[in-house]
T-cell receptor
């Protein structure tokens, strides 16, 4: 049973468009929600992260929106670029469980020029 | 820069072989992880270690074991490789997260294992 559910599995967006990836979780002990970006042939790398005490975090073109009551969070990529084409993973961890990271199933984003 | 190094990028092993995947990190991180990556399933946690000689099972530990004799090294062992263990294996490390603080998992480049 996957602890973090992610959708969609794949996404095609035109250059300049907005990419939106959604995640949901059940375990209310989760207290840290990072997003990872993975390019082909590479390991995932941290993109942006949020804690549940804020509803939004923005870093450049990347924004996490967090809805604690719905137990959902999403990644928005504004002005999407072909260089953003990658696989994105949401994740969650809890300081009460050794900070193990549980990952979603991944979203393969393709930004068309 | 944090570096997590996996000993092999590609491995081909025969069914029934005992397989060792090695991972070394150079940042004195307490936590180390082994994940398996399969299309449509994301990253699934196999085993986790929070200290030397300490280990915890993840979501899919069956058929695997681990060893952490030194802080910087975390080994994944496939006791008797099977074709359903053909996958991409990713090692990661992270520092201990202080209460209320943040942390980050640093990943190696992965080992693509094929069991024939």
């Amino acid at each position: 049973q996957q602890q973090v559910k992610q959708s969609p599995q794949s996404l095609i967006v035109q250059k300049g468009g907005i990419s939106i990836i959604n995640c949901a979780y059940e375990n209310t002990a989760f207290d840290y929600f990072p997003w990872y970006q993975q390019f082909p042939g590479k390991g995932p790398a941290l993109l942006i992260a949020i804690r549940p005490d804020v509803s939004e975090k923005k870093e450049g073109r990347f924004t996490i929106s967090f809805n604690k009551s719905a137990k959902q969070f999403s990644l928005h990529i504004m002005d999407s670029q072909p260089g953003d084409s990658a696989t994105y993973f949401c994740a969650a961890s809890s300081e009460y469980n050794f900070n193990k990271f549980y990952f979603g199933s991944g979203t393969k984003l393709n930004v068309k020029p | 820069d944090v570096k997590v190094t996996q000993s092999s990028r590609y491995l081909v092993k025969r069914t029934g072989e005992k397989v060792f995947l090695e991972c070394v990190q150079d940042m004195d991180h307490e936590n180390m992880f082994w994940y398996r990556q399969d299309p449509g399933l994301g990253l699934r946690l196999i085993y986790f270690s929070y200290d030397v000689k300490m280990k915890e099972k993840g979501d899919i530990p069956e058929g695997y074991s681990v060893s952490r004799e030194k802080k910087e090294r975390f080994s994944l062992i496939l006791e008797s490789a099977s074709t359903n263990q053909t996958s991409m294996y990713l090692c990661a490390s992270s520092p201990y997260r202080p209460q209320g603080g943040n942390t980050e998992a640093f990943f190696g480049q992965g080992t693509r294992l094929t069991v024939v």
